[in-house]
């Protein structure tokens, strides 16, 4: 039998476009942890209250892509995160306005599909960015367990990020979780696996993969404690059709990239190749 490629603990994070998914009862059933972004959440004058454990993510990437820069100020996402854990609940953490660091990000031009404005700053510019906010955040609501990100393109870019976060008085080995950024496009190379090895070496085991799916688990040696993905919508748009057999006999829609029920399908295959035991239920 091939071993797991999480550990027991391990908690995947489902991507939902939709914040409503967390007062779903399907959601509740499956027991499935979501991520949901604030540029989701932002606009709701009645929030729904969570069935589940969420993580909320900052909209970061998107924020950068199209502004290169930061268009919402700490004291504004501070104080959004603080009615996020009180009015919806269940708040595991949330991710900071971090900055990353891959190359679309930092020069900007067209990658594929997508144009980016770039910040036409420097990785070190970045790490500084990110650190302060990270302790802006935790003096503007010190009750919100903020994610701890570090950000590079280097696996030396990274240990010098861990380096400015005890420079400014955080230790990163006593957080719960750390998250790992602009590692998504990477996970299935070398240098992806360097970067995690090397941070590991710095006594940081417990680290948040974001956008780690089966490749880049199959491809570290050691464990993530968690992860999330929005992979399954891209699947699903690109089939251009309904994904599930219910779905196109209903006619719903014409794709399954907004579909509750395909996106718990998916994650269930996607567990059942990570964890042959039902302990990915567990919450961080």
């Known amino acids: 039998m091939n071993a797991p490629l999480a550990p027991a603990g391990y908690v995947f994070y ?12 399907e959601v509740n059933a499956e027991q499935a ?7 989701r959440l932002r606009v709701y004058k009645t929030l729904p209250r969570a069935r589940v454990p969420w993580v909320l993510d900052s909209g970061g990437f998107s924020e950068l892509k199209e502004f290169g820069t930061w268009t919402v100020t700490p004291a504004e996402y501070a104080a959004r995160a603080r009615r996020y854990q009180e009015e919806i609940g269940q708040l595991a953490w949330a991710a900071p306005q971090d900055w990353m660091c891959e190359q679309a990000i930092i020069d900007g031009g067209q990658f594929g599909p997508q ?16 650190v302060v ?12 367990r903020w994610l701890r990100i570090v950000q590079g393109d280097t696996p030396e870019d990274y240990e010098r990020c861990d ?6 008085g955080i230790d990163l080995r006593k957080e719960p979780l750390v998250g790992v950024g602009s590692v998504c496009r ?11 090895t090397a941070l590991r070496a710095r006594g ?28 399954w919508a891209f699947t699903a748009r690109r089939l251009r059709r309904p994904a599930l057999p219910e ?19 998916w994650r269930r295959r996607l567990l059942n190749a990570l964890l042959p035991e039902p302990s990915h239920r567990e919450a961080a």
């Not at 942890?33 to 540029?39: G, I, T």
């Not at 906010?133 to 919100?144: G, I, K, Q, R, T």
């Not at 779905?247 to 399908?265: I, S």
């Open 14 to 25: 489902l991507g939902a476009p939709a914040p409503g998914w967390l007062a779903k009862p």
């Open 33 to 39: 942890p979501l991520m949901v972004s604030d540029r």
């Open 115 to 130: 144009r980016f404005v770039g910040t036409h700053l420097s990785v070190p510019e970045h790490h500084l960015r990110t």
């Open 133 to 144: 906010n990270a302790v802006e955040l935790s003096m503007l609501a010190p009750d919100v």
């Open 163 to 168: 380096d400015l976060y005890l420079q400014h």
């Open 186 to 196: 990477r996970q299935g190379t070398g240098e992806g696996h360097a970067i995690f």
């Open 204 to 231: 940081l085991t417990r680290l948040h993969g974001f956008g780690v799916k089966t490749l880049g688990l199959r491809n570290y040696d050691d464990p993530w404690a968690s992860t999330d993905s929005m992979a």
């Open 247 to 265: 779905c196109v006999r209903a006619g719903r829609h014409k794709n399954c990239a907004n579909c509750l029920r395909y996106a718990l399908t």
